[in-house]
């Protein structure tokens, strides 16, 4: 039983092109995240969205973009990729907007080549 | 500025001797902290919290808000210990909490 969820696991692709990453979670959380792990290791957090609306939006260039159709799935589209955007993208849920234990996805390790 | 800064990217030890992984932070607000983990090939996890003062798996982390520290500590390192460790902030913005990560220290166990 995953409890967090992400699709594909590896993309790679040529810079310019459009890409999707989703993400589920089956914990019945309400709160969903997007995380972006540097070369370095360095994790970062991207949007969070509760029960659909968008919470938390950090300094993300605007060809990222969220989506949350249900508390349960949260995809990220990404526009015209360019070569800094490759990094691992690692999802993750909590039950609230608190300080509640968060829940991280497999990640998504993008290549833009 | 908020921050979490781990300063240690690697932190090499054999197996019996004792760890501590470092983690200082700055913020102006109350301070809740964690430490996550990675171990290889899995998914980051939550090892401990400050405020519930466990001990997981030998880890204990004591919050120290005079030197602004939460130092991971465990007295005897085992080789399953061997992971990725993240110290986390949580930050109070916008009206709700996000986690602000340090860059990690790899916690290498040898034999």
């Known amino acids: 039983d995953t409890a967090v969820s992400q699709t594909p696991k590896y993309l790679v692709t040529q810079m310019g092109n459009d890409k999707s990453i989703k993400c589920e979670q089956n914990?019945?959380?309400?709160?969903m995240y997007w995380y972006k792990q540097d070369s370095k290791k360095f994790l970062k957090i991207m949007f969070s969205y509760n029960n659909k609306e968008l919470i938390i939006n950090e300094t993300v260039p605007n060809r990222f973009s969220p989506k949350s159709p249900d508390k349960a799935h949260l995809n990220l589209h990404i526009n015209s990729l360019e070569l800094g955007d490759s990094a691992v993208y690692f999802c993750?849920?909590?039950?609230?907007?608190?300080?509640?234990?968060?829940?991280f996805g497999p990640g998504t390790r993008l290549t833009v080549l | 500025a908020q921050r979490v800064t781990q300063p240690e990217k690697l932190l090499s030890v054999f197996k019996g001797a004792p760890v501590e992984l470092k983690c200082n932070y700055s913020?102006?607000?109350?301070?809740?902290l964690f430490w996550y983990v990675q171990y290889s090939r899995q998914r980051l996890q939550l090892l401990l919290r400050h405020i519930s003062r466990e001990s997981i798996k030998g880890f204990t982390a004591d919050l120290n808000k005079g030197e602004t520290s939460f130092h991971l500590k465990k007295p005897f390192a085992q080789e399953e210990d061997s992971a990725m460790y993240y110290c986390a902030l949580s930050v109070f913005s916008g009206g709700y909490n996000k986690l602000i990560f340090g860059a990690g220290t790899r916690l290498a166990v040898h034999p």
């Open positions: 914990l019945g959380h309400d709160t």
């Open positions: 913020y102006s607000g109350s301070p809740e």
């Open positions: 993750a849920s909590s039950q609230g907007t608190g300080t509640d234990t968060q829940y």
